[in-house]
């Protein structure tokens, strides 16, 4: 499905990864067990909401090469980024929307498997794609997590 996003803010902490060789799998895991084990969540100020997020940006050609990872939360200011975290703003426009549903993190591997093999067809941006990890994304079996996909 289509949308037409905002610009939006994020604070929270970030990673430099590589899919290659199952990398970003294993990096980007260590990043959530920072994210709640550092208690990033509560050092972040001027939060949105409490849904989470975790961003794909920075890419050095496309989901084969170097790419930035960061999980943070939506922020109404730049203004007071707390040590230790980083703070981005991301341009809107066109995505697509997808739902991993099903055990996490499994279900979410799957469904970028599948964009992986499907990019050429969704005519990917490479800009800045992410998942929103919101109130349905901790029901075991039954959970769903929204990814947003950047496409021309």
């Known amino acids: 499905m289509e949308q037409n996003l905002a610009d939006f803010k994020i604070i929270g902490i970030s990673i430099q990864t590589t899919n290659e060789g199952g990398q970003s799998t294993e990096d980007i895991g260590k990043l959530w067990g920072?994210?709640?084990s550092d208690g990033i969540s509560d050092?972040?100020?001027n939060?949105?909401?409490?849904?989470?997020?975790?961003?794909y940006t920075d890419y050095e050609t496309d989901h084969t090469g170097k790419i930035r990872a960061i999980i943070g939360q939506?922020?109404?200011s730049l203004d007071k980024i707390p040590d230790g975290l980083i703070g981005r703003e991301f341009k809107g426009g066109e995505y697509s929307k997808l739902v991993a549903k099903g055990e996490m993190p499994n279900a979410i591997v799957d469904l970028w498997k599948k964009v992986w093999k499907e990019g050429k067809e969704l005519k990917r941006?490479?800009?800045a794609d992410f998942e929103i990890y919101g109130a349905k994304s901790q029901n075991g079996a039954d959970s769903e997590v929204d990814v947003f996909i950047a496409t021309e």
């Open 125 to 127: 941006r490479y800009t």
């Open 47 to 55: 939060k949105r909401s409490e849904e989470v997020y975790s961003i």
């Open 43 to 45: 050092k972040i100020p």
């Open 74 to 76: 939506k922020v109404t």
């Open 34 to 36: 920072q994210f709640y």
